[in-house]
């Protein structure tokens, strides 16, 4: 099977982890960094092992987001991170990036409008070049205050003519969902759809975090999702209404989510009947792509071509870009 020749559709994938190695290294030394073999690169700026702890893995996601300095820096990031899913196969892509998390840091050089601006910039600039529909969501950090909270969907509904949607991520664990639910349903309303990082973490209250994300903030997909499989009720509640999942399983691999690829429960996630997709959460810090993760489920769990194809039929019908843009390059 030529892995690379599937249309694909990917749902979740952060911007600013997507940055291509090359890139890393032609920009590291600028910001104090030594990169002058693969090993201290590997060192700084890569996860390819199973974390000892969360903290271990955000060291190496706010050395990445050190280099996010610059307008040129993220117009840049953006374009090759589209570039680089065209080369996956991917047709219709869906990047997600905290405008808070790019800031910091940098507050003296770049606000969230030139943040946004140069990400757009680079994406339309793609868009233009290669036969791709991007669509841009803006995530709250749930770590952070409320406040914040509140001001990232007003800058989220100010620009929904460039974000598709919204989401809610970091640690869900001790950070409850529902505090957030007015001002994702103020999104809702604004026509924005919702995705909420969910059901990540490997504890027992993972399914019901799963419904609190639906019930009180209105999502038609979850992050991850991917501790669905331990309760049957919350397996029908997602198939009743149609919820999609954006699994990704090296990357639950890597956060000590689920144990080894091999064991992962995508396939007996599906085969309960939830819609189930295809994702690579922080490709260029996990150091792989789509067709990565493709070959780990053919070689793994057996899926065929069919098997792709539906779960890709899945993305396509779930994701937040408009039906005229993505039926334009799905086709072609």
């Not at 090359?22 to 590997?42: C, N, R, Y």
């Not at 610059?70 to 991917?90: Q, Y």
């Given at each position: ?25 032609e920009?590291?030394p ?11 690169f ?64 940098h ?36 770590i ?18 460039t ?113 189930t997709?295809?994702n ?53």
């Amino acid at each position: 099977m030529d892995l690379k020749s599937i249309p694909k559709v990917a749902l979740h994938r952060h911007l600013e982890l997507s940055v291509r190695h090359s890139t890393i290294k032609e920009l590291a030394p600028q910001f104090g960094f030594d990169v002058s073999t693969q090993e201290k690169f590997a060192e700084k700026f890569l996860l390819t092992e199973p974390m000892a702890d969360l903290g271990s893995a955000l060291s190496k996601f706010l050395d990445t987001q050190k280099l996010l300095a610059s307008e040129e820096i993220l117009e840049r990031l953006a374009f090759e991170a589209c570039e680089d899913a065209v080369n996956e196969g991917i047709k219709i892509l869906e990047l997600r990036y905290a405008p808070t998390f790019v800031r910091l840091g940098h507050e003296d050089k770049l606000t969230y409008d030139q943040i946004h601006k140069a990400f757009v910039r680079g994406i339309e600039k793609a868009e233009a070049q290669f036969n791709i529909a991007v669509g841009l969501i803006c995530i709250v950090q749930r770590i952070l205050p409320l406040e914040t909270a509140e001001e990232i969907i007003d800058f989220a509904i100010a620009n929904k003519d460039t974000f598709v949607g919204v989401d809610l991520a970091d640690n869900e664990v001790g950070f409850d969902c529902k505090p957030f639910a007015p001002y994702f349903k103020k999104a809702k309303e604004a026509g924005l759809g919702i995705t909420i990082h969910s059901g990540e973490a490997n504890v027992p209250e993972a399914p019901q975090y799963i419904l609190d994300a639906v019930k009180e903030l209105g999502a038609t997909r979850i992050g991850h999702g991917v501790q669905i499989h331990r309760d049957q009720a919350v397996i029908d509640f997602a198939k009743e209404n149609n919820i999609t999942l954006e699994l990704c399983p090296t990357s639950n691999w890597l956060t000590n989510a689920t144990g080894e690829t091999k064991d992962h429960p995508f396939r007996k996630i599906m085969e309960a009947g939830v819609r189930t997709t295809i994702n690579t959460d922080d490709p260029g810090i996990f150091n792989i792509d789509m067709l990565h993760e493709y070959k780990v489920l053919q070689d793994q769990h057996g899926f065929t071509l069919e098997e792709f194809n539906k779960c890709n039929q899945f993305a396509y019908e779930a994701s937040f870009i408009p039906e005229e843009k993505k039926a334009k390059v799905w086709k072609s």
